[in-house]
């Protein structure tokens, strides 16, 4: 059975810096894609980090570009997402997914997810 892990969220003054960890147990890590979506209270869910299996191909959606930074570490079975200069509307609720292929809106598998909140 997958499963998809997240952690490292919690509570942040705005500018402050979370990193958020994934694993993945069941899956050999280095064959899928993965990403992190993020989900806000009343809002759409949305994709803001992509890596591809290898870590070479990267996306990271307008509003976290330059401030996020997706990784992995395929000899630890983990991905990362570090996050700087946090502010205020970045507080949401936070997924990582896994899929076969790069980049997908509806990945194959789901975390359970980890909070961010940010405070002003």
């Known amino acids: 059975q997958v499963q998809v892990a997240e952690s490292g969220g919690g509570l942040v003054q705005a500018g402050g810096s979370l990193r958020l960890s994934c694993t993945v147990p069941?899956?050999?890590?280095?064959?899928?894609?993965m990403m992190w979506f993020r989900q806000a209270p009343g809002k759409e869910r949305e994709k803001i980090s992509c890596?591809?299996?290898?870590?070479?191909?990267?996306y990271s959606a307008d509003p976290v570009k330059g401030r996020f930074t997706i990784s992995r570490d395929n000899a630890k079975n983990t991905l990362y997402l570090q996050m700087n200069s946090l502010k205020p509307e970045d507080t949401a609720m936070y997924y990582c997914?896994?899929?076969?292929?790069?980049?997908?809106?509806?990945?194959?598998?789901w975390g359970q997810g980890t909070q961010v909140t940010v405070s002003a």
């Open positions: 069941g899956l050999t890590f280095d064959n899928y894609a």
């Open positions: 890596i591809s299996r290898s870590g070479e191909s990267q």
């Open positions: 997914a896994a899929d076969l292929y790069y980049c997908q809106s509806s990945p194959e598998y």
